[in-house]
């Protein structure tokens, strides 16, 4: 199989991920052999995947609180520490706990104020943009120990072309568990003069450990090219599809491919069509030229002339001597009816 046709490179703006204000997917399947990819053993933190919502209180190490059989005797520089990663429903449920803890951990609910109204500034949300009032902004909430906030920071540092202090942050971020922070910091190792792609691939599996499918992503990358890591195409294909179950729509396409060429999974096409067809709802231009010749094999031409159409508007050079065969093929009242549909078509969103 050649490289550069059936894994095609990232194309995306930027490889960085930004802190959503949403949950990460819940998934308690083990679906990874740690000892093919020679990392040491990780701490419970990073074994436990972020999804599970039983009690945040059961976040906190047992041996702290058995000591005293008081929630309020656990050190507070300990608690900021161990909350420094939890998104709002978990900083609220852990401000509930009891008045101490309301009190250890007001300056992480202030970090989350500033952490919206950055993004706020940054996106123009209500406001008028401004980087630098959103930089001011996650900065702030980086120093009172948001390791969300450490994200968002340094992927403006990023993006400003000051990448030092960018993996700074994301390297304080990872530190605290983050894993939007884990899987940047090991884009950084990835894209260093000279990469460091043993350094990242310990880095993504922690991320990908506690759902990130970005990093799930990576990970499969690597697994798949023997970057920093033995070649697996068996666990390769299982974190692409653990990636695409997770949203990640570049992992839905070759998810679709580790099906259809029986890479890493037993050949099953009908797999390869479902995720093929996934991929090109959520976007994916390849997915989506496929997927109208697919569509146009089996005669279904109107609907292939849409994904054609979508795929061709998406700069997929390929698609545009199909684009013209189904056009003729058509009536004139179908192909206007087909082009109505890809004006009015939007990518699917992941919704967790």
């Not at 419970?44 to 041996?63: C, I, Y």
């Not at 951990?105 to 008028?128: I, N, Q, T, Y």
């Not at 304080?172 to 003069?193: K, T």
């Not at 099953?268 to 069509?273: F, N, P, S, T, V």
Request: net charge positive; glycine share 8%; with cysteine.
């Amino acid at each position: 199989m050649e490289s550069s046709k059936t894994w095609p490179p990232p194309s995306l703006p930027s490889r960085f991920s930004p802190v959503p204000h949403r949950n990460p997917p819940s998934s308690n399947k083990k679906i990874f052999a740690k000892p093919n990819l020679f990392i040491p053993a990780l701490s419970l933190q990073h074994q436990r995947g972020r999804g599970e919502r039983a009690n945040v209180t059961s976040k906190m190490p047992a041996p702290a609180l058995q000591s005293t059989g008081k929630f309020a005797d656990l050190p507070f520089d300990v608690l900021a520490r161990l909350a420094a990663a939890f998104d709002i429903p978990e900083l609220w449920a852990a401000s509930t706990v009891c008045r101490p803890w309301r009190e250890a951990l007001r300056p992480l609910r202030e970090a989350m104020v500033l952490l919206r109204w950055g993004k706020r500034f940054k996106h123009g949300r209500g406001v008028r943009p401004d980087p630098k009032r959103a930089l001011e902004s996650f900065l702030k909430g980086a120093e009172r120990g948001s390791a969300a906030a450490m994200v968002d920071a340094g992927l403006m540092y990023w993006e400003m072309g000051r990448k030092e202090e960018g993996k700074s942050l994301y390297a304080r971020a990872a530190e605290l568990g983050h894993p939007a922070g884990q899987c940047n910091l090991g884009i950084c190792f990835l894209e260093a003069d000279p990469a460091e792609p043993e350094e990242a691939v310990k880095w993504f599996f922690r991320a990908a450990e506690l759902g990130n499918a970005r990093a799930q992503y990576s990970l499969a990358l690597c697994l798949h090219k023997g970057r920093g890591v033995k070649c697996n195409l068996r666990e390769a294909a299982r974190w692409y599809l653990r990636a695409a179950e997770g949203g990640n729509v570049r992992a839905m396409y070759n998810a679709s491919l580790c099906y259809a060429t029986g890479e890493g999974f037993t050949r099953d096409l009908r797999y390869a069509r479902i995720w093929l067809k996934r991929a090109a709802d959520y976007g994916h231009r390849k997915a989506q030229f496929e997927h109208g010749l697919e569509l146009f094999s089996s005669g279904e031409t109107m609907k292939a002339l849409v994904y054609v159409e979508l795929a061709f508007r998406a700069g997929e050079t390929a698609a545009s001597h199909i684009r013209d065969v189904i056009v003729q093929a058509l009536s004139q009242p179908l192909r206007d009816c087909a082009m109505t549909s890809a004006d009015k078509w939007r990518p699917q969103h992941f919704h967790r």
